[in-house]
């Protein structure tokens, strides 16, 4: 039996935390066993009419404030559209344990929801699905389950910046450490894993420390928040469904730095690698989420390519406008 994409509550548009031209509404869920859930999308319109739209969905302790993001696409007639999902950002309620999901599923229904916002109350016929590092991951499951469904999606394209699509470290710790992961994660899925931040990425982006960007700390700690045994249970299975090979039924973007390393003090490493993923597993898997997949590294890049310094974000700019105006345009 096939499911039709799920439908939610929507608020009315309302300025968002970012001001005008940015609206938000929010999207009222289900309730979990935390309590009231809820997603929250954002729209900044392009200045004239549009069938076109970008669906964008961030990382892990992350949410939307990439402001320029938004508007190259609106220069180039998307509306843009961004989707800080249930326990992450402006849907982070005092009650619930941020970013805790047991499965990467319980996100679809807000993306299901964004999705029909897009296409059905404002009309779009024409989406790219954007995602960042495990938004990357969520989004690429989101489409190829949806794909077997009586409403499929019908994407344009998809552009994944450092998806996160498989475990850091070796082999061995790969292996040992995932089967460790998901029996703790079945049994007692919100014990604490015991990790040491030393914060470097959020510093070598925050306007306040090493970087040139503004976003509120609350929504994106500088150290990360604590991760949960059961959250991460959730991503290996995703891996694992990943590595099995994915459909996402449309041509695909995957960008990243060109290398990883893993500095012990902020200095120039922090801002011209991926010091949160390993570029060698993105290379990797790539292929394993379609057909069609295009690859680029971008030389001196961060994890959040579109956060880079200046040269390496120009270059990772033309790369989305070459794959652009040859796939999907």
């Not at 344990?97 to 109350?121: C, I, K, M, Q, W």
């Not at 030389?299 to 959040?304: L, S, W």
Request: charged fraction near 25%; include cysteine.
């Amino acid at each position: 039996m096939t499911t039709r994409l799920s439908r939610s509550v929507f608020d009315e548009l309302v300025p968002d935390v970012l001001g005008e031209p940015y609206l938000a509404e929010t999207i009222t869920l289900p309730p979990d066993d935390e309590g009231a859930v809820v997603a929250t999308l954002v729209v900044r319109r392009a200045t004239e009419p549009t069938g076109r739209a970008v669906l964008h969905v961030h990382g892990f302790c992350d949410y939307f404030f990439q402001t320029a993001y938004a508007e190259w696409w609106n220069e180039r007639g998307y509306d843009f559209y961004a989707l800080d999902l249930r326990k992450y950002g402006r849907s982070l309620r005092p009650h619930q344990t941020p970013n805790y999901v047991t499965d990467l599923r319980e996100h679809f229904p807000e993306l299901d929801s964004a999705y029909l916002r897009v296409t059905g109350r404002d009309g779009h016929d024409h989406v790219v699905i954007s995602a960042h590092s495990t938004g990357g991951l969520i989004v690429s499951l989101w489409a190829n389950e949806r794909r077997s469904q009586d409403r499929p999606l019908d994407l344009a394209g998809m552009v994944l910046n450092s998806p996160w699509l498989d475990m850091q470290g070796g082999a061995f710790v790969r292996g040992l450490g995932t089967s460790v992961v998901k029996q703790v994660g079945a049994r007692r899925p919100k014990r604490l894993i015991p990790r040491t931040i030393e914060g470097h990425y959020g510093r070598s982006l925050h306007a306040d420390h090493a970087g040139e960007w503004t976003f509120n700390t609350d929504w994106k700690p500088l150290d990360s928040f604590p991760v949960t045994f059961g959250w991460l249970r959730a991503i290996r299975l995703g891996h694992d469904e990943l590595h099995r090979g994915l459909d996402v039924g449309c041509p695909v973007l995957v960008l990243s730095s060109s290398g990883t390393r893993w500095p012990k003090e902020m200095g120039p490493d922090a801002h011209s690698y991926d010091i949160v993923l390993e570029v060698p597993q993105i290379r990797q898997w790539a292929t394993a989420l379609g057909s069609h997949v295009t690859y680029a590294a971008i030389e001196g890049a961060r994890h959040d390519v579109i956060l880079s310094l200046p040269e390496p974000r120009e270059k990772a700019y033309a790369e989305l406008h070459r794959w652009m105006s040859t796939y999907v345009d």
